[in-house]
């Protein structure tokens, strides 16, 4: 009995022509990446009465092959959880838990908690974090703490963990569950 949706990255690559023409185009936004502004569309599709939100960017989406494992792997999940957070504003569905999944995700339950709570339209929603494979968590040098990820010095303490940036620790701490 309840209301379900799926937010997902939108990798042209791997949707068979069929799937792609089931798209419905929603809007466009702007999300904040750092120091900067990138461009995500919003694109949805019902599958056996559950709907699934697609985020699309193509600079960041549309690989050649494999899903992980760019130079720019960072700045990409950046942008997937900041703009699942952006969407709310753009979608009649307003969530009461956000479930995330491994480090491309940890971001949205860290975000949430320094730049949306407070916000009107954000309050009371709640995040699960849900660890998938403890090997990948999301490591990277501190020199893109604030140019990538947006976080000041004061925030460190959140993602540091052995030494470095590390994502899985900040959905960790952040995290409703």
Same mark, same amino acid.
């Given at each position: ?53 697609? +985020? ?88 893109? +703490? ?32």
């Amino acid at each position: 009995g309840h209301e379900t949706c799926v937010v997902m990255p939108y990798y042209v690559n791997t949707l068979k022509p069929e799937q792609k023409e089931k798209m419905i185009y929603i809007t466009n936004f702007s999300v904040p990446v750092g120091w900067r502004s990138q461009y995500c569309g919003l694109f949805s599709q019902q599958v056996d009465g559950v709907t699934y939100f697609f +985020l699309d960017n193509e600079h960041y989406f549309k690989r050649d092959s494999g899903l992980y494992g760019y130079y720019d792997d960072a700045e990409r999940y950046v942008f997937f959880s900041r703009a699942i957070l952006e969407m709310l504003k753009y979608i009649e569905f307003k969530p009461q838990i956000i479930n995330c999944n491994d480090w491309q995700t940890a971001l949205v339950p860290v975000y949430y908690n320094l730049f949306y709570k407070n916000t009107w339209g954000y309050d009371n929603i709640k995040q699960v974090f849900t660890i998938h494979n403890i090997e990948y968590q999301g490591q990277y040098g501190f020199d893109i +703490l604030g140019d990538t990820f947006e976080l000041d010095e004061w925030d460190r303490d959140v993602v540091e963990y052995g030494g470095c940036i590390n994502l899985m620790k900040g959905a960790i701490v952040c995290a409703d569950k």
